[in-house]
């Protein structure tokens, strides 16, 4: 029970770091976009948007290579507990 409880906490904890660049560098960038509209006074909705789709696929593609990584060693840990799960009674 303990085992699975590990895999949860592991699994919470690494979608969060995963996710954690693409929403910080969306959120910096709907703020700046958000500054912009504020001061020009332009209240465009596809403004904000657009800015903020480029900026984080820019971020998923930069990261990739460093999330892929990360998923790979979590799965090799998660198949690494299946025979001590599967001599449990």
């Known amino acids: ?19 954690l660049p693409a929403l910080v560098v969306s959120l910096v960038v709907g703020l700046v976009i958000s ?6 006074q332009i209240q465009e909705q596809t403004l904000t948007f657009v800015p903020k789709m480029i900026a984080t696929v820019l971020t998923l593609i930069f990261f990739g290579s460093w999330t892929f990584t990360q998923l790979i060693t979590f799965t090799q840990q998660v198949m690494s507990y299946i ?3 599967s001599a449990l009674p």
């Open 83 to 85: 025979p001590k799960v």
């Open 1 to 19: 029970m303990q085992t699975f409880l590990t895999l949860a906490n592991q699994t919470l904890w690494l979608i969060l770091i995963l996710s």
């Open 35 to 40: 500054l912009l509209q504020a001061l020009t």
